[in-house]
């Protein structure tokens, strides 16, 4: 079973987390910020995993550190579960819709990362539960840093942040769910490394 658990403790954050890439679906998440609850919750279940976070941050200066943080902690246990790469599809696309929203998350488990989100172009209006576009792009830059994973997001249609967020972890969870599954016994490179 593909498991792995992190600890990471700064100044700002003290994070446990737990990722299984086989499930079984469910875990315990608490992190004292409501909208990030709720969006690790939308990326276990569509993302069929084991995911188990307890955090705290200094959410009395921002939410910022927690966001991020819990993004880096979850790239590192993707990381640490997925070992050395071997029999895995390593692509995931996913485009979800929610409501007048569209996103599309397409992945490459590379070992090259890179995150590709332009927030600054994005017409994303507001925040919810504190929680803005920009804070999802440091949580989706800590994670495809750790994971070591290219990593874009493109949003098709829509405006409103809840909406926009919740679809695109939705489909980062989806298209990730397709790119960690065994489907081979080889490496997925014609370098034969990743």
């Avoid at 926009?164 to 997925?188: G, Q």
């Amino acid at each position: 079973m593909r498991k792995a658990s992190v600890e990471r403790n700064t100044a700002e954050t003290h994070i446990r987390l737990t990722l299984g890439l086989d499930g079984p679906i469910g875990g315990q998440i608490a992190t004292g910020l409501g909208f990030l609850d709720h969006l690790l919750t939308a990326f276990q279940r569509h993302g069929r995993f084991f995911l188990e976070v307890e955090a705290q941050g200094d959410l009395a200066v921002d939410v910022h550190h927690l966001v991020e943080d819990v993004g880096i902690t979850l790239g590192m246990a993707l990381g640490q579960a997925l070992g050395d790469l071997k029999g895995i599809e390593r692509y995931g696309e996913a485009t979800v819709p929610m409501d007048e929203t569209l996103v599309q998350a397409v992945l490459d488990l590379s070992g090259r990362p890179l995150l590709v989100f332009p927030v600054e172009e994005l017409p994303i209006a507001g925040s919810a539960g504190g929680v803005s576009a920009y804070h999802l792009r440091e949580f989706l830059r800590g994670l495809a840093n750790h994971a070591r994973m290219t990593l874009h997001v493109r949003l098709l249609a829509g405006r409103e942040a809840h909406h926009v967020m919740e679809a695109a972890v939705k489909a980062l969870a989806r298209a990730l769910y397709a790119a960690t599954r065994h489907t081979r016994e080889d490496l997925p490179s014609t370098k034969d490394t990743l």
